[in-house]
């Protein structure tokens, strides 16, 4: 079945930039759609960003709307969630996710990663 590995978690100040990568083995079918959640300490987990197979349709939550980028690069296959302007309540762990044509942007996940740790300093 997909496989998913994070990579590029870490500690950075306020106002720097980190960029998660998630590679990704498996067939194509079951990763038409990848997102990007996040679980702060003692809060539930959310969703963060999510994008489709072409990269023609993306969605991303309004606490991070301006500042983080998410893409794809199929050919390898991986996912990357580009975090800008990062703040110390962006401070949480990572998870990617992919699921099928038939998931939304928001839910209906098949597959997620191990997580990555992402710490901002203030």
């Known amino acids: 079945q997909v496989q998913l590995v994070e990579s590029g978690g870490g500690l950075v100040q306020a106002g720097g930039s980190l960029r998660l990568s998630c590679a990704a083995s498996?067939?194509?079918?079951?990763?038409?759609?990848m997102g990007w959640f996040r679980q702060a300490p003692g809060k539930e987990r959310e969703f963060v960003a999510a994008i489709t197979w072409r990269g023609g349709s993306t969605d991303y939550a309004d606490s991070v709307k301006g500042r983080f980028t998410i893409s794809r690069d199929n050919a390898k296959p991986t996912g990357y969630l580009q975090m800008n302007s990062l703040k110390a309540e962006d401070t949480a762990v990572y998870y990617c996710?992919?699921?099928?044509?038939?998931?939304?942007?928001?839910?209906?996940?098949?597959?997620w990663g191990q997580g990555a740790l992402v710490t901002v300093s203030s």
């Open positions: 996710a992919a699921g099928s044509i038939r998931a939304t942007l928001r839910h209906g996940y098949d597959y």
């Open positions: 498996g067939g194509f079918v079951s990763m038409y759609t």
